[in-house]
């Protein structure tokens, strides 16, 4: 079946500095995209989301871009702060159901 | 919104014996899904309810794996003669519309020894 996946397993960012997470997806039928945050021990929680009619979206302190050309999927993180660690996950939609990607762990360095 | 809830968090148990799982999905989802997770892994989709009716499994779900939603609301993920490569997190997620994300809950660890 298809698939999502990321392209580093790891990512470390000084306190303060914007994190860019990158994701690739391969499904071209895929219209809708998904940004999850876990924490350990807990299920992942929705951060963003964004559909294939629009190549950026906003958040607070997030912001996904969605480049249909290369099927390729970005986060974006400003003034990443401990809170943030954690892993991340790009999920895409698979028929009714949802693919993920094996995650991103993003440490903040104090 | 008192979010998705799973029960129990941890299940440990021996090789052959059965489990099940339950889950609560925010009330008024009528879709609610069953991943599992192992370490190190992103989730895999096991199966997926539509209201109380299964519209899809996975490969993945064995005929030892039965999931059911009776009434539409709460589901249980029944797993028997379990084997050790069934210690994962199973997480349960439910969803408004089907284009809406996913609303995850915090999961049930399972292992088997």
């Known amino acids: 079946g298809e698939s999502v996946g990321l392209h580093l397993p790891t990512l470390s960012v000084q306190e303060g500095d914007n994190s860019i997470i990158n994701c690739a997806y391969s499904?071209?039928?895929?219209?809708?995209f998904i940004w999850y945050k876990q924490e350990s021990g807990k299920g992942p929680q929705f951060i963003i989301d964004?559909?294939?009619?629009?190549d950026k979206r906003q958040g607070q302190r997030v912001t996904v871009l969605l480049n249909k050309t290369v099927k390729h999927l970005s986060l974006q993180i400003a003034a990443t702060q401990p809170g943030d660690s954690a892993v991340y996950f790009c999920a895409d939609n698979y028929g009714q159901n949802f693919v993920f990607g094996p995650g991103t762990r993003l440490s903040v360095l104090p | 919104d008192t979010g998705v809830s799973q029960d129990p968090r941890h299940k440990i148990t021996k090789r052959g014996q059965n489990v099940t799982f339950r889950c609560d999905p925010i009330?008024?989802?009528?879709?609610l899904y069953w991943y599992r997770q192992t370490l190190g892994q992103g989730p895999e989709f096991l199966t997926y309810f539509q209201n109380e009716a299964q519209l899809e499994k996975s490969r993945l779900l064995s005929d030892r794996f039965s999931a059911e939603r009776p009434k539409g609301s709460f589901s249980t993920l029944e797993i028997q003669r379990t084997e050790q490569g069934d210690s994962a997190m199973y997480l349960c997620?439910?969803?408004?519309?089907?284009?809406?994300?996913?609303?995850f809950g915090n999961g049930t660890r399972l292992t088997v020894t």
């Open positions: 964004i559909r294939s009619n629009m």
């Open positions: 009330s008024e989802h009528n879709r």
């Open positions: 997620a439910s969803s408004l519309l089907s284009q809406g994300h996913l609303h």
């Open positions: 499904n071209s039928a895929s219209d809708y």
